[in-house]
């Protein structure tokens, strides 16, 4: 490893620290080293078939018109087994170690995998959701979706146990607003954090991506661990970047705070 990012993970661990109230913010960059593939990288889903990305983009409006098509359709879909298997890799279990230090107060996710939370990460903000509940659009209850596994079997649509509307998968899809408790409690994260470590992001995709540049302006310190430089590289909204890969960054800042840890 250069000698400049040996400094780099040295400073990042310095700052975690020192710090009272850091944030981590991840994105699909820390999933893909646990095999699972992005959507606009150079080899993405996305990249690979257009056509998939324009059919994306009617999904949400089929479950507003059609439950029964879209559950149909969602159980065809291998891409949630592929999230199901997927297994937390060391980037995942280093955001969780720094979490029960005390130092990681929340970790905001992009992800709709759950990696974070089998980690062992406790306070997860799914920006986008998550695979492991569903959601009732009208009322906003979440159930785990392992209460509905009968239904589901019997591809008979989940319906609201609150208010008894036909509920979805809690994964938040494009035209979809994204859930307005997820949505305020991500951005008071951001505006009362005082340092923020961005985690495989490309940091493009809005809303979530105002959340680093909500820190800077309210005077957080943003820590960027990214394979490749970012919007947030170009625009100084990172303070630095650490570039590379997560899983093999993070654990090194994790050791790092130990071993200042153990010098106090």
Not at 199 to 216: F, M, Q
Not at 221 to 238: C, D, G, R
């Amino acid at each position: 490893m250069e000698s400049s990012i040996k400094d780099l993970i040295k400073r990042a661990a310095e700052d975690l620290a020192n710090s009272k109230y850091a944030v981590a913010f991840t994105g699909a960059g820390i999933s893909t080293e646990s095999g699972i593939p992005d959507f606009r990288g150079p080899s993405g889903i996305w990249t690979r078939d257009p056509e998939a990305e324009r059919r994306s983009y009617e999904i949400f409006g089929k479950f507003l018109r059609n439950p029964k098509e879209y559950w149909e359709e969602a159980l065809r879909s291998p891409f949630f087994s592929i999230l199901e298997q997927a297994k937390p890799n060391p980037a995942h279990y280093a955001l969780a170690e720094l979490e029960e230090m005390g130092i990681i107060k929340a970790v905001i996710t992009q992800n709709i995998d759950a990696l974070h939370q089998k980690a062992g990460s406790k306070n997860v903000l799914e920006f986008h959701g998550g695979i492991t509940k569903l959601r009732c659009i009208y009322c906003g209850c979440r159930f785990p979706r392992e209460d509905f596994s009968k239904e589901i079997e019997e591809k008979r649509i989940p319906m609201c146990k609150e208010c008894g509307s036909p509920l979805k998968m809690d994964v938040v899809y494009f035209t979809e607003p994204i859930p307005r408790d997820v949505y305020e409690l991500s951005f008071e994260e951001a505006m009362k954090c005082d340092l923020m470590l961005v985690c495989g992001t490309s940091a493009v995709v809005y809303p979530a991506a105002e959340l680093p540049r909500v820190a800077k302006r309210r005077g957080a310190k943003v820590i960027e661990v990214n394979f490749e430089e970012t919007p947030l590289t170009h625009e100084m909204i990172s303070d630095y970047l650490i570039e590379g890969k997560v899983g093999e960054i993070l654990p090194k800042i994790v050791e790092e705070v130990k071993k200042l840890r153990e010098r106090q």
